[in-house]
């Protein structure tokens, strides 16, 4: 009787269990779907940084995961086998202390868990958050977060704009094509993430981050500005539009000539240049080499 009531109670906790597992596992899917942004896990990257950073959330979640599943089954299995109601009157389990063998296995495999996920951390941000080298470089980008929206300058290509508001400018990129990107802050900490493409880059003042990119399928990424940083946050958001090679150059020679056609006929809404007070904190575009650190 009693073995039988124990045994219904861990059927129902172990079919809870896998509802639940069933139902987060669900979960990314549509969301990536939906293409909400809201998973529990870090989306597989069109790059490699971005599919390393995915291997790595894996290979450390899926081993916790089962641990975490065994730890809470074995404690609700010995709670529910061995409770209190159905011992003896009286009962005391038997009494014993201490196994040095036991103690120091304890010790040893979590503190060797925790150094090999250390390891392959630290290795992950060297891969993907240091400056790579010009010979591994293809194409340069430098991004400046400011208070709200973010400015784009191509190094080789010679282009400079700005993305304002939540219909963001999309800064253009040709596919499988190494570009190291520099992030910088022009005012406070903004923080530059395209989930489907690399982790997230803080964008400091007086400091230059570096990740990289290798966007290997074409199509259009969002992101937003991952430090909180002013009021305006919410609506510093990112697009990445990842296009082939023709495309890209078709796409720099016209923004050239909007370029060239704003500068022969300036606009009202272009910044007029004439009054040095009135520049806009807003506008870090003046200078056109703004970085206050050494170049690349
Ligand atoms: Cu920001």
């Known amino acids: ?42 989306p597989n990257g069109d790059s490699p940084n971005g599919h390393n950073i995915y291997n790595l959330y894996l290979l450390i979640s899926i081993p916790a995961i089962i641990i975490f599943l065994g730890v ?25 202390h201490g196994n040095t063998k036991l103690e120091i296995t304890w010790t040893i495999i979590p503190l060797l868990i925790l150094l090999g996920i250390g390891a392959l951390s630290f290795g992950e941000l060297q891969r993907d958050f240091t400056k790579r080298t010009n010979a591994e470089t ?16 191509y190094q080789e290509d010679g282009l400079n704009f700005q993305s304002v508001g939540t219909t963001p400018t999309a800064m253009v990129v040709p596919v499988d094509t190494t570009i190291r990107i520099r992030t910088q802050g022009t005012d406070v900490i903004h923080g530059w993430w395209v989930p489907y493409l690399t982790g997230k880059t803080d964008a400091v003042p007086g400091y230059d981050n570096y990740t990289w990119i290798k966007p290997t399928k074409i199509g259009e990424y969002r992101g937003e500005c991952t430090e909180l940083c002013g009021p305006g946050h919410a609506t510093m958001q990112l697009l990445v539009k990842v296009v082939s090679q023709q495309d890209y150059q078709a796409w720099v020679q016209q923004e050239k000539q909007h370029e060239a056609a704003a500068k022969a006929t300036p606009s009202p809404s272009a910044a007029p240049s004439p009054s040095p007070s009135a520049a806009p904190s807003a506008s870090p575009s003046a200078s056109p080499s703004p970085s206050p650190s050494p170049s690349h």
């Not at 039988?4 to 861990?10: A, C, I, K, N, P």
């Open 1 to 42: 009787m009693e073995n039988r009531s124990s045994r219904r109670l861990l059927i129902a906790l172990a079919l809870a269990v896998a509802v639940l597992a069933s139902l987060l596992a669900a979960v990314p899917v549509l969301a990536d779907q939906g293409g909400t942004g809201l998973q529990p896990t870090v």
């Open 72 to 96: 809470e089954i074995a404690l609700v299995m010995i709670i529910v086998r061995f409770r209190a109601t159905k011992r003896p009157a009286g009962f005391i389990p038997p009494q014993w």
């Open 138 to 153: 293809q194409m340069n980008i430098t991004v400046q977060g400011f208070r709200y929206g973010w400015r784009y300058q």
